[in-house]
């Protein structure tokens, strides 16, 4: 029998599928803090058949660059059995959010983004591919 430690701050390190399963993302630690990549798509390229880029984002400089790639997630600290003080994007609507994760078992991750305080927001659920 197996037992999984939720106090382990590594624990979500790895490959995730997002809620809807269009996309992977490769959760990894950087100095000291956790970040998020899109590293798979189900659809990486447009109806003309060109890759996918971030055509929403507030900063034109940036709407140039492809989606696969992508840091979404950034900056996350542990704490308390919790993944806080991050930020996540999203490239559907060019908007960054206040952002939380939490594990719920070894294999799904809850992902919460919100505008100030956590009640107002909505969670995504992640589920591990490896």
């Known amino acids: 029998m197996t037992s999984f430690n939720y106090n382990n701050a590594d624990a979500i390190l790895g490959e995730w599928a ?3 399963n269009k996309g992977h993302i490769q959760l990894y630690k950087q100095d000291g803090k956790y970040y998020g990549k899109i590293i798979w798509l189900k659809q990486p390229n447009d109806e003309t058949g060109k890759p996918k880029i971030d055509k929403n984002n507030p900063d034109e400089n940036a709407r140039t660059k492809r989606l696969l790639g992508l840091i979404m997630l950034r900056d996350f600290k542990y704490e308390d059995g919790e993944w806080t003080d991050g930020k996540i994007y999203n490239p559907d609507d060019g ?25 107002i927001g909505k969670t995504e659920t992640f589920v591990r591919v490896k």
């Open 18 to 20: 997002n809620g809807t």
């Open 95 to 119: 908007k960054e959010y206040k952002s939380k994760m939490k594990l719920k078992d070894q294999k799904t991750l809850a992902v919460r983004g919100y505008i100030g305080i956590s009640l």
